[in-house]
């Protein structure tokens, strides 16, 4: 599996965007970019995924730059809920589904 | 709520003993994958199973083993117990086996206490 790259911790004030960051310089053409995040005494849960072009849902966005060997996990207002550790993961097309996870990116939210 | 249920949530047992753990995943979801969170290891994952077979293998220890049934529930058995199996178990589950584009969901896991 590609390897992805990302720093071990960020804060961010309440109510201000967050960009978390992650590198990922050997990423294949067929890699979807996958975004999961753990809350404190929870199981992991889905945020959001893309390939090539930039995604938006409910919960955040995701910014992909053009040579693909990085992206931007976008949360427009932190709130105190979104204190998560988050994990970038790439996932090959036709490979088996399962997720290798890295240690994450933690995120602390100051009220 | 994920739509995913694991039980017990917690388990205290001591080592030597045999355990096992049980998940329900998301109605219609047809994949079921097992993690183990440990402190020094992180979220690993350890077996796949999708519509009662076998589909992918991490690192589980042989002392380990799982099975889906016909209802697609799954059971996570771990046996001759050792200190270091203290752990976080997750189980997630997904609507396919392959590709890459189908979201995992976690049930709230079982943490298991090895004394």
């Known amino acids: 599996d590609a390897k992805t790259t990302q720093p071990n911790s960020m804060e961010s004030n309440e109510e201000e965007p967050v960009h978390l960051p992650c590198n990922h310089s050997?990423?294949?053409?067929?890699?979807?970019i996958h975004w999961y995040r753990q809350l404190p005494s929870q199981g992991p849960e889905y945020v959001i995924h893309g390939l090539t072009s930039n995604v938006n849902n409910r919960m955040a966005s995701l910014a992909i730059a053009e040579d693909r060997k990085s992206s931007t996990l976008i949360l427009h207002r932190a709130t105190l809920r979104d204190a998560a550790v988050y994990y970038c993961i790439l996932r090959r097309t036709g490979a088996n589904s399962k997720l290798t996870f890295g240690k994450g990116i933690t995120l602390s939210v100051r009220p | 709520d994920s739509g995913v249920t694991q039980t017990p949530k917690h388990l205290i047992t001591a080592t030597g003993q045999r355990v096992t753990l049980r998940c329900s995943p998301r109605?219609?979801?047809?994949?079921v994958y097992w993690y183990q969170q440990s402190l020094d290891q992180g979220l690993q994952f350890l077996i796949q199973y999708y519509n009662g077979e076998e589909r992918a293998k991490g690192n589980i220890l042989e002392r380990f083993s799982a099975q889906q049934f016909p209802d697609l529930h799954s059971e996570l058995n771990l046996s001759s117990l050792e200190l270091g199996d203290s752990a976080l178990y997750f189980c997630?589950?997904?609507?396919?086996?392959?590709?890459?584009?189908?979201?995992?969901?976690f049930g709230p896991g079982t943490r298991l206490t090895v004394t």
């Open positions: 109605s219609g979801d047809l994949s």
């Open positions: 050997t990423i294949s053409g067929t890699d979807y």
């Open positions: 997630a589950s997904s609507v396919g086996s392959e590709g890459a584009t189908y979201e995992q969901y």
